[in-house]
């Protein structure tokens, strides 16, 4: 399980651990548990009628008794809740299905079984649901009534929905788009609670009013950064050795354009120059004046970062440094000691290559062209060693040695410049031996993964993730860079892999983290991570949906529909895996002040012997990955790494893809994090099928006319109408006959296969909007009735006129086929594709 996961859920993994144990240790003789038992006063009720729920139980050891009543399951969008107290618990249905209720008595020594039992709420008026409460920006929202439920029994496409505004705050002048559809939308223009009431009928059927809250924050507008440099804002140039000023007075904040005192400044040269000779700071770099002075020439890059209290902007610029005319010739230098390249520490290793790199250390005042020349020279090495045969000095600023006796290599570096002035020399000594060290490498993080907090919460930092390519043990030596003006907070156990920071100033907190292995070599760059302290947060909006709407009427279809093939670059294994059909579902987060969320997805019910398949374009993995050189190292194959991912049963992915393999309903709950606040569970179910099993009328995407085998078989669902559908490429078969004959003229396919009963296909038409497009249906006509048990297979061909051809170049939806499902006239099948014609 990833950081995330261990920080945000660690209460329930503790409760889980605690109950699993009994509560305690063995310190006494064991005393058999205490039972329970609970019954409902009724096992069917109508929505909104109040159950009781009545326990009886048991304690052999004869100790007090305490009660843990949870609802352990709820029909989704169900807001209900379970009041328990001693022997009794009740609940209030708000939602037609089947509610769980569960108990767990204790009696000092020990919590008996869980016991269950599960009440049915039906009901004879239609059932509204206006969706989950939620914050937003100002702008437009969108209001969701879909589930909304028919009376017991009854069909959902026949609800006819009527939402209503019923407050505004003072001053807004929102109004519903559409009142009468499912979805209806509204301009929220000021900010403020908006609430909304939906309503749903059946025939003459009315259900209670359910009103839904949305809380509308105006959004901060991020301060807008604008400075100067030497009363500059372009073309910006300086002399060397000259004092350089940095004014951001003109900076302001767009929320409160007179008031300047919540800006927060930091500036920082975009790159770390000290490796090429600068000496040069920024002084006041906390305020909106800076100044520094530049000591070489080149192009110095600036950033300054500016807090308005919520966000941070920042804006850079590139300083062109000059020598000052007339100013004599200096000689360039070098920095010691030499930077090893890559990871590689000053052991290398015995008769393996080993570069040395200059360039790190090596600088011009001048910056003078061509660049300094190197000069490399062997000062000592063991007498065996040949450093004509085994080394390569080179005049550029990388030469390389293979050391093939044990022992220590001394260089020595020179750099000389277009002038022919000559630098200090540098020495370095290389140590030559089996097994040479590497440096470690770094990584900060967050340990939720969230980049922000509110003040005064303590937060936990995360080294966890550093590494040692030669599986060294490491220390951690974490540093607080910066911190917002006022705040006086620390970094506590800084010396681990998790220390912690409690904000006491809203802005940003940046800690920098090195590591050291245990032979002493400490890691070549240090990891930043930055912190946002807030003063208040706004909860993040969550709306869990599959990707495809399934139903009782119309599941997903189980079964296999392809295979992949996969290859290890180095053991040459081939593995071959089958894919599986799948669902998506997709969280649909937003937060109102733009936090970085983390998610936890759980499956709460699937079919028992279910074995999760592989999707064709894979699964979340909870930040693993396969490589090739991992999977070779470790002796895991391809398919068995697939086999350990596709076991999981949670994952912290905002989206997640799944391929069943055993008919029933899977439900999933997802819980997502700001950093803040925690929102969820919210619920979504997805029912499944195997093929034969079908309820209804299937529709399929073909991919071709004659396609039968499920692997050329893509399942839609009515009512059909792509918001996008791909580009179809069409050749001119008058200038282009060829090409045109290749590549035929059906745009898609589509499979229809009715499995109870009779349908008969009506409004079957075409159009065009483009002139010279000519679409048309192969394999359907007006009242063609599908047989039950039968398939057809419609074509959606498009051909041209060719005395009217139409424009080269992207037509955007010039034509479209359409038709309906005549027994379920809400089913309706509308296909628009855009259309690139080649004249």
């Known amino acids: 399980m990833r950081p995330a996961f261990r ?10 651990l605690l109950a699993a144990c009994g509560g305690g240790g063995d310190d006494g003789p064991r005393v058999a548990a205490p039972t329970a038992s609970i019954s409902p006063d009724r096992a069917s009720v109508e929505v909104g009628a109040t159950v009781t729920v009545t326990a009886t139980a048991s304690s052999p050891g004869g100790g007090a008794l305490t009660y843990r009543w949870s609802l352990g399951g709820k029909p989704v969008g169900s807001d209900t809740t379970l009041s328990g107290a001693s022997t009794k618990a ?4 708000d939602q037609p299905g089947n509610y769980v209720v569960r108990l767990v008595v204790n009696d000092g020594n020990a919590d008996s079984g869980t016991a269950e039992t599960i009440v049915k709420a039906t009901s004879l008026d239609p059932v509204a649901n206006a969706g989950a409460d939620s914050n937003t920006l100002i702008g437009a929202v969108q209001l969701d009534g879909t589930g909304s ?20 705050p003072d001053g807004s002048k929102a109004m519903l788009d559409q009142p009468g559809n499912v979805r209806p939308r509204f301009s929220a223009d000021v900010p403020g609670v908006y609430r909304a009431s939906l309503v749903v009928a059946y025939g003459e059927r009315v259900s209670r009013a359910d009103e839904v809250s949305v809380n509308v924050v105006k959004g901060n507008v991020p301060a807008v950064v604008e400075f100067s440099v030497n009363g500059q804002s372009t073309g910006i140039k300086v002399d060397r050795g000259s004092q350089v000023v940095l004014d951001a007075s003109a900076t302001y904040d767009p929320d409160t354009p007179a008031d300047k005192s919540r800006l927060q400044y930091r500036w920082s040269f975009s790159n770390d120059f000290s490796g090429y000779g600068s000496t040069a700071v920024i002084e006041h770099a906390a305020t909106a004046r800076a100044v520094f002075t530049p000591n070489v020439v080149g192009s110095v890059g600036v950033t300054l970062r500016v807090f308005d209290g919520i966000s941070t902007s920042e804006k850079s610029v590139q300083i062109g440094v000059v020598k000052p005319q007339g100013e004599a010739n200096l000689a360039p230098g070098l920095i010691s000691p030499l930077v090893p390249y890559s990871n590689n520490t000053y052991e290398a290793e015995l008769g393996a290559p080993f570069r040395m790199i200059g360039f790190g250390g090596a600088y011009d005042p001048d910056y003078t062209y061509p660049y300094p020349a190197y000069e490399w020279t062997w000062i000592s090495y063991p007498a065996e060693w040949d450093p004509i045969a085994n080394s390569v000095l080179d005049k550029g600023n990388e030469s390389n040695f293979t050391p093939t006796v044990r022992g220590d290599y001394t260089i020595e570096l020179r750099v000389r410049d277009a002038e022919g002035a000559t630098s200090n020399a540098v020495r370095q000594t290389y140590t030559a031996l089996l097994g040479a060290n590497r440096a470690p490498t770094a990584s900060a993080a967050i340990s939720t993964g969230n980049t922000s907090t509110l003040i005064g919460r303590r937060v936990t930092l995360d080294g966890a993730g550093s590494t040692d390519p030669d599986g060294n043990r490491l220390t951690y030596a974490w540093t607080l860079l910066d911190r917002p003006d006022g705040s006086t907070a620390e970094l506590q156990n800084a010396n681990t892999d998790k220390p912690t920071i409690t904000p006491d100033k809203a802005g940003p907190y940046t800690a920098g983290l090195r590591v050291t292995d245990s032979h002493g070599f400490t890691s070549r760059t240090v990891s930043k991570v930055t ?8 909860a993040p909006t969550v709306r869990v949906a599959p990707t495809l709407p399934y139903s009782a009427e119309q599941p997903m279809v189980l079964g296999r529909n392809g295979t992949l093939a996969y290859t290890n670059s180095v053991t040459g294994l081939n593995e071959t895996l089958e894919t599986w059909n799948g669902f998506s579902l997709t969280s649909s987060a937003f937060d109102p002040d733009g936090d970085k969320l983390t998610y936890l997805w759980s499956v709460t019910q699937e079919p028992a012997g279910n074995a999760f398949k592989l999707l064709t374009n894979g699964a979340c993995q909870n930040g693993r990955s396969y490589t090739d050189a991992w999977g070779a190292a470790n002796n895991v194959t391809w398919a068995a790494y697939w086999a350990e991912i596709l076991a999981y049963r949670t994952w912290d992915c905002a989206d997640v893809g799944l391929a069943p393999s055993v008919p029933g309903n899977y439900t999933l709950e997802l819980l997502a994090y700001d950093g803040t606040d925690r929102v969820g569970p919210f619920a979504v179910s997805v029912p499944a099928v195997v093929r034969s099993g079908y309820p209804t009328l299937l529709l399929e995407q073909a991919s071709t006319p004659t396609a039968s085998d499920a692997t050329g078989l893509t399942q839609k669902l009515f009512p059909f109408s792509p918001s996008y559908a791909p580009t179809f490429f069409m050749w001119s078969p008058v200038s282009n006959p060829e090409e045109a004959a290749k590549r035929g003229s059906g745009v898609a396919y589509y499979r229809l296969t009715a499995y109870d009963r009779d349908y008969t296909i009506t409004g079957v038409a075409v159009s065009a909007t483009v002139g010279g497009f000519q679409p048309s249906f192969g394999g359907l006509v007006d009242n063609q009735i599908v047989r039950k048990g039968e398939s057809i297979v419609v074509a959606l061909n498009l051909s041209v006129d060719a005395a009217a051809e139409p424009a080269s170049g992207n037509h955007e939806r010039p034509v479209s086929w359409t038709f309906r499902v005549a027994e ?4 309706t099948f509308q296909y628009q594709p855009s259309v690139f014609y080649f004249r």
């Not at 379920?824 to 089913?827: G, I, L, N, Q, V």
């Open 824 to 827: 379920r006239p809400d089913w």
């Open 531 to 538: 912190l946002l302290a807030k003063s208040q947060n706004h």
């Open 149 to 168: 439920q028919p009376p017991e029994g009854g069909d959902a496409s026949r609800l006819v929905y009527r939402w209503t505004l019923v407050q505004v």
């Open 7 to 16: 920080h945000l859920f660690l209460g329930l993994g503790t409760a889980l």
């Open 90 to 93: 009740t609940f209030v249905p």
